[in-house]
C-alpha cells in the first residue's frame, strides 16, 4: 500500500503529463497521497432529485432527471451561446452554455435520459440553467455518494477542466484502484476510548459521504489525528529537553537587580509584571534550561520585564543578549535599557550592521574577556566572531521575525545551553500558541502600566476626509505628532488602493510650511534617509509622519498621539492592531483613524469593526485566527511555520485541539519515551515523519 500510495500523480487514471504538471504546480499534489489528502471544503447534497415544475430562483443547486427535447445556436460575437430545452413529465427548463459546449449535443442527443445539476436562475422572466452539470444515470460511479464534495480549485487548473468535479472523479479513480485497506496510524484503544472511526473508513468517507453524519465522523478522526500528532511531537521534545538539556543555576539575586529594584524602577511594576518576574525566576533557579514566550500588548512593559530578567543573569556572573528583529528596534531597546540603567555599573553595547568596525573589535574583545555584560543587537549577533565569555540569558524580541536556524546558532554560543525568553507584542490566541509553542512555557503581561489611556478608534470614508484633516491641525495646534501610513508606495494598476505619493501631495496641499512639517519613510529609501526622517519626527522638528507599514515595529514617540491608516481595509487585523500601538505611548489621549471605501469584503468590514469595538490584542488576534487561519498572524513566511495543516483549522478546531493536547499529555506522563506496546503505533508514526517533518530542535 505505501509504494502504491507514493507512485507519482501522473500515472493516476484521467492525468498524465500535463495535467500532473499543473496538479504538482498549483496545489502542490505530486503523490497518490497528495490527492488523497487534499481535502473538500464542502459538500453539496445530492440526495433529492427535483421536478422541472418544482424549481425557482431563489434554489441553490439542484439536480433533475430527465431529457433534452431540442438544441439551438442564438446570438453573434460574445453573445454566442447553445441554448437546449431541458424537461421531465411536470415541465421545461432552458440550459445554456457560452463557451466550451460543442461536445455536448454530439455525448447528449435530443430523448436520451440525463442528470443534470446546476443554480437555476431568471433571464427575460425565463427559468434557466447556466452552464449545468451533465451525467449519464447509467455510469454514474458507485462510489460517488449522495453529498458532492467540492474542492478548492484554481483558474488555471479550470482552464485545463482540472474542477472540482474533475478533482472528485480523479479520487474515485484513486479510491478504486486501492490495492488494500489503509494501514491504521491510531492505537485501537485510543479509537475506541474517543469513538473514532478507522482511517480506512475516514478517507473514503471524506471525500464520498454517504450521509452528513459520515462526514462529521470522517472529518473528526482526520482532524484529531492531524493535531494530536502536531501536539505529540511538540510535548515529547518538551519532555526530553527538561529531562536531559540542563540550564545554568542563577541560585542567587544580588546587587544589580535589587539596587534596580528600590532606585532605579521607573514606576510601580503591575500585577501582571510581578508575576511573568516570579515565574521567570522559578526557571532561571531550577537548573533546567528555560524556554519561555513572553507576550504582552504594544506598550505593556516587557522591556522592563527583560532587563530585570539580564540583571538577575548579571548577579550570577553571566552575561545577557537581547536581539531584535531591525536596527531601529534594536536602537530604541538600547536607548531606553542604557537610561534606565543610568548611575549603574553595568556595561551595555550596540552592535548592529551599521556598527564602525573598531567599536565592532572593542564589543568583541569586551565580549571574550567578559566585561561586556548586556549586548543588545540585531543579526549580527549570530556572526561567528561575536563570542561570548560566559553567555547565560538570550532574549528575543519579536522572534518571529527570525528563521528557526539563526536562533539555533545564538544557542551555540555557550558552553552549556542559556536559558532562552521569547518576546512577542503580536497576541497569540491560545490554540496557535499552544501549537506554534507548544514546547514553551507562556507567561503574559495582560494589563497596561497606570496612566495609559485607551486609545479612541474611529472609522471615516473617504469623502469625510476634510473633516479628519481638520481634527488634526487641531491637534497639532496643541503641540501633538500624527503618523499617516498607506498600503502602497506608488498607484497600483491591479489595486485600488490609496498610494503614499499620490497622498503625499494631497497632504502637502492641506497642511503647507512653514505651519507644518512633513517626514516620508518608505521601504525604497536609503537606510541613512530613513534614519533621518524618523529622528526629524522623533525630535518634533516635524509634525506629520507620512509612511508605509515599515513603521509597525519602530521608535516610540510619546508625542505622537494620532495613527491615520489609509485603505485600512487593505490590512490584516494583526497588522492594523500592531500600527495602532505606535500612538498611546504618552499621558495624552491618542486616536487611531481607520480610512477606508465604501465597498468593503465581509471579511474587511469585520476587521474594521473589530478594531473599533476592542483594544485587546488577544481578542483581536482570536478573530484575525477566524478569518485567515494561521498563515500570516506569525510572520510565517520568515519563520517556517513548521507544519501545514491539511484540514484541522486553528481558528475554528479548538475543542479538537485541547482534546488533542490532553490525550498526547496523558500518553506521555504514562509513558515518557513510547515505549509500551499499547503505544507502538505512536513510535511508529513520530519516527516515520510526515513529508512535511519540522526539525523540532531548532524551534527556540
Same mark, same amino acid.
Given at each position: ?80 451561446? %447553445? ?32 442528470? %443534470? ?99 462529521? $465522523? ?71 534550561? =528555560? ?18 530578567? =539580564?540583571?538577575?543573569?548579571?548577579? $550570577? ?5 537581547? =536581539? ?15 537610561? =534606565? ?27 571574550? $574577556? ?331
Amino acid at each position: 500500500m505505501e509504494n502504491f500510495l507514493k507512485q507519482d500523480i501522473q500515472f493516476l487514471t484521467g492525468v498524465g503529463p500535463v495535467r500532473g504538471e499543473i496538479l504538482r504546480k498549483e496545489i502542490s499534489v505530486h503523490t497518490f497521497e497528495d490527492l488523497l489528502y487534499y481535502f473538500p471544503f464542502r459538500y453539496i447534497d445530492k440526495s433529492k432529485f427535483y421536478k422541472v415544475r418544482e424549481i425557482h430562483p431563489d434554489l441553490p443547486y439542484i439536480q433533475i432527471k430527465g431529457s433534452i427535447k431540442k438544441y439551438s445556436k442564438i446570438g453573434s460575437g460574445r453573445g454566442k451561446r %447553445i441554448v437546449a430545452a431541458f424537461g421531465d413529465e411536470t415541465g421545461t427548463v432552458e440550459l445554456v452554455w457560452f463557451k466550451g459546449a460543442k461536445w455536448i449535443p454530439e455525448n447528449y442527443p435530443p430523448g436520451k435520459e440525463i442528470v %443534470i445539476f446546476g443554480k437555476p436562475s431568471a433571464y427575460n422572466r425565463k427559468l434557466n440553467i447556466v452552464h449545468p452539470e451533465i451525467e449519464d444515470p447509467s455510469k454514474i460511479k458507485k462510489v460517488r455518494s449522495n453529498l458532492q464534495a467540492v474542492y478548492s480549485t484554481t483558474e488555471k487548473m479550470k482552464d485545463n477542466y482540472l474542477t472540482s468535479k474533475a478533482i472528485s472523479k480523479l479520487q474515485a479513480n484513486l479510491l478504486e484502484m486501492l490495492p488494500a485497506k489503509f494501514s491504521e496510524t491510531l492505537p485501537y484503544w485510543l479509537l475506541q476510548d474517543l469513538k473514532l472511526v478507522t482511517l480506512d473508513l475516514a478517507l473514503k468517507q471524506i471525500h464520498f459521504p454517504d450521509s452528513v453524519r459520515d462526514y462529521k $465522523n470522517a472529518e473528526l478522526r482526520l482532524k484529531f489525528e492531524e493535531l494530536f500528532y502536531i501536539q505529540l511531537n511538540i510535548l515529547q521534545k518538551k519532555t526530553v529537553r527538561k529531562t536531559e538539556f540542563r540550564g545554568n543555576k542563577f541560585s542567587s539575586v544580588g546587587d544589580y537587580l535589587n539596587s534596580f529594584y528600590k532606585k532605579k524602577l521607573p514606576f510601580e511594576l503591575t500585577d501582571a509584571q510581578k508575576k511573568v518576574l516570579r515565574e521567570i525566576r522559578a526557571d532561571l533557579g531550577s537548573g533546567i534550561q =528555560m524556554n519561555r514566550l513572553l507576550q504582552g500588548d504594544v506598550g505593556s512593559g516587557k522591556t522592563l520585564v527583560a532587563l530585570m530578567s =539580564m540583571l538577575i543573569a548579571l548577579d $550570577n556572573n553571566y552575561q545577557a543578549c537581547l =536581539m531584535a528583529p531591525t536596527e531601529i528596534l534594536a536602537n530604541q531597546h538600547f536607548m531606553s535599557i542604557s537610561n =534606565m540603567l543610568k548611575g549603574m555599573d553595568v556595561k551595555v553595547d550596540l552592535l548592529t550592521g551599521s556598527t564602525k568596525k573598531r567599536q565592532r573589535d572593542s564589543i568583541h574583545e569586551d565580549l571574550e $574577556n567578559g566585561s561586556m555584560q548586556i549586548l543588545i543587537g540585531t543579526h549580527a549577533l549570530l556572526e561567528d566572531v561575536v563570542q561570548f565569555s560566559n553567555l547565560g540569558l538570550v532574549i528575543i524580541d519579536e522572534q518571529h521575525r527570525f528563521g528557526v536556524a539563526q536562533r539555533a546558532r545564538l544557542w551555540k554560543k555557550s558552553k552549556v545551553l542559556p536559558h532562552v525568553l521569547v518576546m512577542t507584542a503580536t497576541p497569540i490566541p491560545r490554540t496557535l500558541s499552544m501549537t506554534l509553542y507548544g514546547d514553551l512555557d507562556v507567561s503574559v503581561i495582560d494589563e497596561l502600566p497606570p496612566g495609559r489611556k485607551p486609545i479612541i478608534t474611529k472609522r471615516f470614508h473617504d469623502n469625510q476626509r476634510l473633516k479628519v484633516f481638520g481634527f488634526l491641525k487641531k491637534e497639532i495646534s496643541v503641540g501633538r505628532q500624527v503618523y499617516i501610513v498607506y498600503p502602497l508606495i506608488k498607484e497600483s494598476e491591479k489595486m485600488d488602493y490609496k498610494d503614499l505619493e499620490d497622498g503625499l501631495e494631497s497632504i502637502a496641499r492641506a497642511f503647507p510650511p512653514p505651519d507644518y512639517q512633513i517626514s516620508v519613510v518608505h521601504g525604497k529609501m536609503k537606510s541613512e534617509e530613513k534614519e533621518i526622517s524618523m529622528r526629524h519626527f522623533v525630535e518634533g522638528r516635524t509634525n506629520i509622519m507620512v509612511s508605509t507599514t515599515v513603521i509597525e515595529v519602530g521608535v516610540d514617540v510619546a508625542n505622537a498621539s494620532i495613527m491615520v491608516i489609509e485603505s485600512a481595509e487593505r490590512f490584516g487585523l494583526s497588522q492594523l492592531h500592531q500600527l495602532r500601538g505606535r500612538v498611546g505611548r504618552g499621558a495624552e489621549q491618542s486616536y487611531c483613524i481607520l480610512m477606508s471605501g465604501y465597498k468593503l469584503s465581509d471579511d474587511g468590514r469585520k476587521r474594521l469593526e473589530t478594531m473599533v469595538s476592542t483594544n485587546d490584542g488577544f481578542e483581536i488576534a482570536e478573530v484575525d485566527l477566524k478569518l485567515r487561519g494561521p498563515g500570516d498572524l506569525e510572520g510565517t513566511q520568515q519563520s517556517g511555520i513548521p507544519f501545514n495543516l491539511k484540514i484541522a483549522h486553528l481558528g475554528k478546531d479548538q475543542q479538537i485541539l485541547t482534546l488533542a493536547r490532553d490525550v498526547a499529555d496523558k500518553v506521555l506522563e504514562e509513558d515518557p519515551n513510547l515505549g509500551m506496546e499499547k503505544n507502538f503505533i505512536f513510535r511508529k508514526y513520530l519516527k516515520k515523519g510526515s513529508p512535511n517533518q519540522v526539525k523540532w530542535e531548532y524551534i527556540s
